[in-house]
């Protein structure tokens, strides 16, 4: 035995039991996430029950079993429950009945022994709304301009008939409203602000103002005739609407400009439910968010987050390889140097919020209200610079990052053989020759791996983000197909604040759930995405400097 632990083994062991232990875990996260988030898609049956109340009234009740749990007996009966004798615990289902706007809550808890009847109709159907989430009912019949046009066989085809009609509509005005109003509108205020420099200026220039004048005028006979086609599709799309009976009975008319989708789940085969899964999961990363960010879509998180990464990679990998650089191979080593790699390694370990204290302070405050006062006075009081925003946020976080970066490098410095440094001087290069056609092509795969540790990180921060640039709702996304096309001085999304936001600001908790595990699982891929980007790029540069290095 004594052998046995002299000869290390059992600490072999244990270390490979603790990796294995940390894979299992991690492993089972992701799948947590995975199905929890994922089966948010999945078209689930919707039932028709009758239940008894708490106050003893029967009622019919339409919707999904969301999840279901043990409580004890005893805690319902506290509350005024009339149960049947039984056991020491009860299950109670989470039933989301839907109708919003109509029963004032999405969700309802239903105890299982009051439950008399369970029917899954093949005619009952679900709506997708806009507005105030899902809908549960009957269809009666479909409207066109107060005139019912389809009732009993048919309506059920010409609904999809017209709810395709209305979308299609809807996706007009949509990018009539962002992309040509938007644009006009743009560039109005850019027209406002020369005008407001010129002014400033103090200088006449008749010719000048003639010009905006011209532009002005331009740009708002465009506008009318925008907004006249606008006004037109906006009268065509109100023209349709549906009628339903919802589980008290009541028949509501719901206008199909306010509808994504209507499907009847419980007569869907595998295959339609397929293809409805999917469509889903397109839509959820690829549209924009609603209803509180609790329904829809999250490209626009997806986008920011992104765009953050790769512009804080693009500015924390060239600073922190020359400072690496300089500390390894220009610096004379000694106290001052030892001392500032130790302040490097300990600006690792600072509390990620006390770099967006300072993002804010330094970045935002100070730097962006000068170059405010500076460059874009016209622009004042409105700040442009002066305010949070993704170029700052990146800043912020490729400061936080920087660290990682200079370590790798210098490690990766460090490992090239002196040999191969003298062998460069001997045949004649410069010593910045041979730092760059040699040194730094050699520890190319060392700042990739700084650069992955530091996309790993900054990807999923979330507490500075709230300081420097990250916001709720975006109104636009940073890059357009405005000049200057990216715009830095903007606000913008992110998937980590988005979790945050969702999960714990939402007013309806128990809707944006599945969008959290599934947002997260999202997050997850992007940053595996990214590493293993990275990680190619790495692996493909050490087997190029493989032989140099032996």
Known sequence: MKAWFKSGAPWVWLTAGAVSISIIMVVGLLLLIAVKGLEHFWPAQVAEIYYTQQDGERVRLMGEVVSQERVPRQRLLDRGYTLPEGSASVTRSLFKVGNRDFFGADFLWVVTPLIHDTYYPKELMVIERREWGDFYGYLKSVKEQDRVVAVGKNTWRVLQQRMAR?????????AIEE??????????????????????????????????????????????????????????????????EMADGQVVEIPLEKVVRAYRPNGMGIGEKSRFYVTKLIEFVTEDPREANTEGGIFPAIFGTVMMVLIMSVIVTPFGVVAAVYLREYAQQGLLIRIIRIAVNNLAGVPSIVYGVFGLGFFVYFLGGNVDRWFFPEALPAPTFGTPGLLWASLTLAILTMPVVIVATEEGLSRIPRSIREGSLALGATRAETLWRTVLPMAVPAMMTGLILAVARAAGEVAPLMMVGVVKLAPSLPLDGNFPFLHLDRKFMHLGFHIYDVGFQSPNVEAARPLVYATALLLVLIIVALNLAAIMIRNRLREKYRAAET
Do not use: C, M
């Open 179 to 244: 992309d040509d109003i938007g644009a006009i509108n743009y560039k109005l205020e850019q027209l406002r602000l020369r005008r407001r420099a010129l002014e400033l200026e103090g200088e006449p220039a008749p010719q000048a103002y003639a010009e905006i004048e011209v532009r002005e005028a331009e740009l708002q006979r465009n506008y009318a005739t925008i907004q006249k086609e606008l006004n037109e599709l906006y009268q065509q799309i109100r023209r349709d609407s549906l009628t339903a």
């Open 166 to 174: 209305a979308n299609e509509l809807y996706a007009r005005i949509k």
